[in-house]
Antibody, heavy 120, light 113 residues
């Protein structure tokens, strides 16, 4: 069974930094693209960032480009999201998502999410 | 890409049909493999989204057959043939063929009338 467990969320002041982690199990992590999706309170889903299975390709939504960095460690079956220069509008639940063996894929499995609150 | 779902919300009686539409500003169809890169997700209150349908009409394993997807190109539909109480949720469409962006519709809330 695919399991994705996010951690690292919390309260941070505007301009601050936070790193999210996602521990993956139940599948061959190194074979799949991975994604971060966020959902602001009471709002819809927003794709944030994607990374290919071998880390060669990374993509970002315009809203986070230049501030967020996605990375992965296939040896540790882990996905990360380094978030810098955080803004109030980055407040959301952040979901770790498993993609497919290619980048053009539906989002198969989702973690429970971790809440990031940006507030002074 | 902009995905526009309609309606924003709907209330349906138990056992009745629910229909949600999703219109894209760009085609989701690839002629090279004859596939539509369009998925549907269900999100129940307090839970993460769950994949229901991919390739516009392929049900994910374990999804009840009362859920069906149809459409091609820029117009798609999710149908719940006989609404059950456990189907109360927000439903999202997503297009995934225009790498490097992945776009969701704004969501449609389904409630019991």
């Amino acid at each position: 069974e695919v399991q994705l467990v996010e951690s690292g969320g919390g309260l941070v002041k505007p301009g601050g930094s936070l790193t999210l982690s996602c521990a993956a199990s139940g599948f061959t992590f190194s074979s799949y693209s991975m994604i971060w999706v966020r959902q602001a309170p009471g709002k819809g889903l927003e794709w944030v960032s994607s990374i290919s299975s071998n880390s060669r390709n990374t993509y970002y939504a315009d809203s986070v480009k230049g501030r967020f960095t996605i990375s992965r460690d296939n040896a540790k079956n882990s996905l990360y999201l380094q978030m810098n220069s955080l803004r109030v509008e980055d407040t959301a639940v952040y979901y770790c998502v498993r993609g497919g063996t290619t980048m053009t894929t539906e989002f198969h499995s989702w973690g429970q999410g971790t809440l990031v609150t940006v507030s002074s | 890409i902009v995905l526009t779902q309609s309606p924003d919300s709907l209330a349906v009686s138990l056992g009745e049909r629910a229909t949600i539409n999703c219109k894209s500003s760009q085609s989701a169809f690839y002629s090279s493999n004859n596939k539509n890169y369009l998925a549907w997700y269900q999100q129940k209150p307090g839970q993460p989204p769950k994949l229901l349908i991919y390739w516009a009409s392929t049900r994910e394993s374990g999804v009840p057959d009362r859920f069906s997807g149809s459409g091609s190109g820029t117009d798609f539909t999710l149908t719940i043939s006989s609404l059950q109480a456990e189907d109360v949720a927000v439903y999202y469409c997503q297009q995934y063929n225009i790498s490097p962006t992945w776009t969701f519709g704004q969501g449609t809330r389904v409630e019991i009338k």
